[in-house]
């Protein structure tokens, strides 16, 4: 167990570190700088090159003594190459036919979440794919919103395809940016019957109503800004598979009203809340019971165990 948390411990400092840094650079530029903010939106929104190394510095899970995986390029329809780690069960016998699919947040790489996929392997004995959208670590392109989306659908179409896996269940796993992912391909795959829940953990309603308290200066711009990621209005479509929601109540990035709301107007079959008290952006994932609460809606509400 303490390996395990000094684990995630690892991941909440890396993420912690950086993804406040746009927050605190942006909020003293004043609004003269506004052209220039709406200009360099995407390297904004997008920080994919931070910290320095994240596109070629990514640890694997084998760096984390977990040799059962797979270092993996897959390719989307409009020709860019996106790397992703499928890692799998370290104990076969235990395997059931599920794979999570995973989505991280903003900034860093996929290498930086493999902690969080390794504690879901072991929890639940589960194939987990890690995806890593264009731009970031060692995929190709440049990341947007439409893009974005495209590789979401083309991890999705790489698990249907594979033999070994085209008959697993499928959990959406999506963290912040992830989340909102995640929330995009759900809703445009609603006949897949294999995608049977779809997991949030401090995602935003809307990039257009979440700039004004990441990105004060910005916040007269918001209704211009081309990337829009509207969770809000896509999330009440999908009403078919059960859907848990996480939030860190002191989330410093996301505010935790974001995440209520998108509770509230989500129309799924079932939906649970948890929250957590000291959870902020980063370190939700170290709070009591956060993977008590994945193991327990998988295997009720997923898995019907």
């Not at 991280?104 to 504690?119: D, F, Q, S, T, Y």
């Not at 002191?250 to 000291?278: G, Q, S, T």
Request: proline share 6%; charged share 20%; aromatic share 8%.
């Amino acid at each position: 167990m303490s390996v395990l948390l000094g684990r995630l411990a690892w991941t909440a400092v890396r993420m912690a570190s950086y993804l406040r840094a746009p927050a605190l650079i942006t909020s003293s530029i004043g609004a003269v700088l506004a052209g220039v903010l709406y200009a360099k939106q995407n390297e904004l929104i997008y920080p994919r090159n931070v910290p320095a190394g994240a596109r070629t510095e990514i640890p694997n899970p084998a760096d984390f003594n977990h040799e059962q995986y797979e270092d993996l390029r897959i390719k989307t329809v409009d020709g860019e190459t996106l790397a992703a780690f499928l890692i799998k069960p370290r104990v076969q016998y235990q395997k059931r036919k599920l794979t999570i699919l995973m989505f991280h947040g903003n900034a860093g790489n996929i290498g930086h979440r493999v902690p969080i996929a390794l504690k879901l392997q072991d929890d639940l004995g589960c194939n987990v794919f890690m995806l890593e959208c264009r731009g970031y670590g060692a995929s190709t392109g440049s990341p947007d919103e439409q893009g974005m989306m495209l590789d979401a659908q083309a991890s999705l179409d790489y698990l249907h395809s594979r033999e070994d896996l085209n008959d697993t269940k499928v959990v959406v796993y999506g963290q912040s940016l992830g989340g909102a992912l995640g929330i995009q391909l759900v809703a445009a795959n609603k006949e897949d019957d294999l995608i049977v829940g779809l997991i949030l953990e401090n995602t935003f309603t809307s990039l257009r109503k979440l700039i004004p308290s990441v990105l004060p200066p910005a916040k007269y711009l918001a209704p211009l800004c081309h990337q829009i990621w509207p969770s809000d209005a896509t999330l009440p479509k999908i009403d078919h598979i059960p859907i848990l929601f996480l939030s860190g109540l002191k989330d410093e990035i996301v505010p935790a009203e974001h995440m209520r709301d998108l509770y509230h107007i989500c129309r799924a079959n079932k939906k649970i809340w948890k929250d957590f008290p000291n959870g902020t952006h980063n370190e939700t994932i170290l709070q009591p019971r956060y993977f008590d609460f994945i193991e327990e809606f998988i295997k009720r509400e997923v898995m019907g165990l």
